[in-house]
């Protein structure tokens, strides 16, 4: 199957574009966002990258067609978990936070949560394809990302917030011109995620608490996060909240004890090479 066929992609105005994996039809497909800059090119977030996504955005014209472009396509990666992070190999210049530059230095499978069945791949993207062969290859971020870090697009800039309790090393990317913000898996119109390996509850609380503090001071106007559809900064507010008051209850502590007790047994046997 060919790139053109495995991706797909929607125009949101202003340089951004929505590119999703169409054959990956799962909870965990992952939102990959496309900004044009003036300076700087960006992608959010990768996919699994099964398929080559600078083919795609080569072959659909999406960075347009200017020789003076002389800065090649920036890969950011809002944590380093596989979804999010497979694609990242077919880059020449990649981003992700410090606290894990490691883990995808290594191809450290165990920290990327690589979890992915065949009953997931509605289409195989080659002949004899299987899900159980799957790894997120190693690659060399290019960019050490830190809380500040402003990368400058030219007529965009997005600044750096460290957010850790998903995993220990998730950001997300603030247009504070713009009042957008790319959130990654810190938060998204869904159940969110606190029982992984390198999960926190405590620094997701403190993450939440910063969201809600940049909805009440009127810096968020629209969130383009890393699971399901975009929404406004009511409904970021909501949704910290709720998290907030839920996760220092009993039942989710006992909860979130209980799944990542099962989810470091499921991936230490899913990747028994793994540095973990």
Not at 104 to 120: C, I, K, P, Q, Y
Not at 131 to 152: C, F, M, S, W
Request: glycine share 8%.
């Amino acid at each position: 199957m060919s790139a053109v066929d495995w991706y797909a992609h929607k125009s949101l105005g202003d340089g951004i574009f929505w590119i999703q994996e169409r054959f990956y039809q799962s909870e965990n497909r992952a939102n990959i966002w496309l900004l044009r800059g003036t300076h700087q090119d960006v992608v959010i977030d990768t996919g699994l990258g099964l398929r080559s996504l600078p083919e795609y955005i080569d072959a659909k014209g999406l960075l347009g067609k200017d020789p003076q472009r002389k800065n090649p396509l920036l890969a950011i990666a809002t944590h380093a978990h596989f979804d999010h992070s497979g694609g990242l190999h077919q880059f020449q210049q990649v981003g992700v936070h410090s606290a894990e530059v490691d883990a995808l230095a290594n191809g450290d499978n165990f920290e990327t949560v690589t979890w992915l069945s065949d009953r997931e791949i509605a289409e195989a993207p080659s002949p004899g394809w299987r899900a159980r062969h799957y790894k997120v290859k190693a690659v060399q971020p290019t960019h050490i990302l830190q809380e500040g870090d402003v990368i400058n697009l030219g007529d965009r800039q997005l600044t750096v917030l460290h957010m850790p309790g998903h995993s220990r090393g998730s950001i997300c990317l603030h247009d504070r011109d713009n009042k957008l913000l790319f959130s990654g898996d810190v938060v998204y119109d869904g159940a969110m995620i606190d029982w992984l390996p390198y999960s926190r509850v405590s620094d997701y609380i403190s993450s939440c608490e910063r969201l809600v503090g940049l909805v009440d001071s009127e810096q968020v106007d629209q969130v383009l996060p890393g699971h399901y559809n975009a929404f406004g900064a009511k409904r970021l507010h909501r949704l910290a909240s709720t998290y907030i008051s839920r996760a220092e209850t009993c039942p989710a502590k006992f909860s979130t004890f209980a799944w990542r007790s099962l989810a470091g047994v499921a991936l230490r046997v899913c990747n028994p090479q793994c540095a973990c």
